[in-house]
């Protein structure tokens, strides 16, 4: 079983910046990736970056340029630096780490930029 906790979310102002940190435990052996989503009230939950095994990355187009995602060595642990936020960033943020047991939610930490 895999355990998920992120965290680092917090209330910024637009312009400002962010990073959330999302870490993997229990029966981490063998993670593929590790991603980061995000739901906005009343809005579907989307993707907004993912990170795989051997550090390859894949962005929302509404992000890049602005988020970067990141890994420790150990890939237990990823991280997504939120620079340059605007109000649309608003929302919890959801990591989900993949392995050979499946997809693990953590709960989710909440992102507010005010205007």
């Known amino acids: 079983q895999v355990q998920v906790v992120e965290s680092g979310g917090g209330l910024v102002q637009a312009g400002g910046f962010l990073r959330l940190s999302c870490a993997a435990s229990?029966?981490?052996?063998?993670?593929?990736?590790i991603a980061w989503y995000r739901q906005a009230p009343g809005k579907q939950r989307e993707f907004v970056a993912s990170?795989?095994?051997?550090?390859?990355?894949l962005y929302a187009d509404s992000v890049k340029g602005r988020f970067t995602i990141s890994r420790d060595n150990d890939e237990k642990t990823a991280y997504l630096q939120m620079n340059i936020l605007k109000p649309d960033d608003t929302a919890v943020y959801y990591c989900?780490?993949?392995?050979?047991?499946?997809?693990?939610w953590g709960q989710g930490t909440q992102v507010t930029v005010s205007s």
């Open positions: 989900k780490v993949v392995s050979p047991l499946g997809s693990t």
């Open positions: 229990g029966s981490t052996f063998g993670i593929n990736a």
């Open positions: 990170i795989g095994r051997g550090g390859t990355t």
